[in-house]
């Protein structure tokens, strides 16, 4: 009997021990996962500060640079897949100028855009420029989906018109 109750304990002990192992390895993994949640989140307010003070549409590299100088062991990949998300959850947007690096924007509003060809500034037209909606009833538009509108003004800037 004090045997077989011995093992019991033994088991018992071996289980809960177990247990609290098993516990310990868990909360381990969820403080982990919180510890780079919040490091992401930190990483994309950052991402969004930087970008918000920018009127330019900075490439990705360019923004690295900005940002390096707040989280220095920042890395451009991890720019680079957090502006990606960012764009793909629609908080920025991404624009693809006519065979360039790709840049971001702030404003997720449907607007135009304007590219010198001397130094590559990319400025918002500050009037509305972007063309008005599709007529939907349009056969052509109603075979299709349209999903975006780019418009890009191209020439020279003020300062390179000097
Ligand atoms: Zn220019
Ligand atoms: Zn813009």
Redesign the pocket.
Known sequence: MAESCQAFRHVASGLTSRFFLTFHFSVNIVIVIITIMQRVTKQREILMKVLRERRDHPTADSIYTEVKKILPNISLGTVYRNLEKLAEQGTIKKIELSGKQSRFDPVTLNHAHFR??????VEDLPFNAVPGPLDHEEPWVRERKILDIKVEYQG??????E
């Open positions: 010198c060809i001397k130094c590559g500034i020279l800037c003020k300062k390179c018109r």
